[in-house]
């Protein structure tokens, strides 16, 4: 069964800046595409940015210009880069994995991390 950890969550500073690793265990094959969503109290789970084949990257609108998805297919692993961090930034962020042949066809998603942006 693949697994997806996250982590590097924590407090910061508005305009600081974090770096969320998420790993997958659990498949020898690699995972093509990968995605981070975030979700803050009292508010739906939204897309933060999604990354595909050949380092095609997509981004949320609120997060444009300030986070950066990449994706380590060797070790299963994709990063978020987050900058200039403001206090609405704060949420839980997840990862998540498309159904393909790594994941034996099912999505895939970790626990979250928390990532709080206080003053």
């Known amino acids: 069964q693949v697994q997806l950890a996250e982590s590097g969550g924590g407090l910061v500073q508005p305009g600081g800046s974090l770096t969320l690793s998420c790993a997958a265990s659990g498949t020898t094959f690699s995972i093509l595409a990968m995605g981070w969503y975030r979700q803050a109290p009292g508010k739906q789970r939204e897309l933060v940015a999604a990354?595909?084949?050949?380092?095609?990257?997509s981004y949320g609108d609120s997060v444009k210009g300030r986070f950066t998805i990449s994706l380590d297919n060797a070790k299963n692993t994709v990063y978020l880069q987050m900058n200039s961090l403001k206090p609405e930034d704060t949420a839980v962020y997840y990862c998540s994995a498309p159904p393909c042949i790594a994941t034996r066809g099912i999505e895939v998603w970790g626990q979250g991390t928390l990532v709080t942006v206080y003053s």
């Open positions: 990354i595909g084949s050949g380092g095609r990257a």
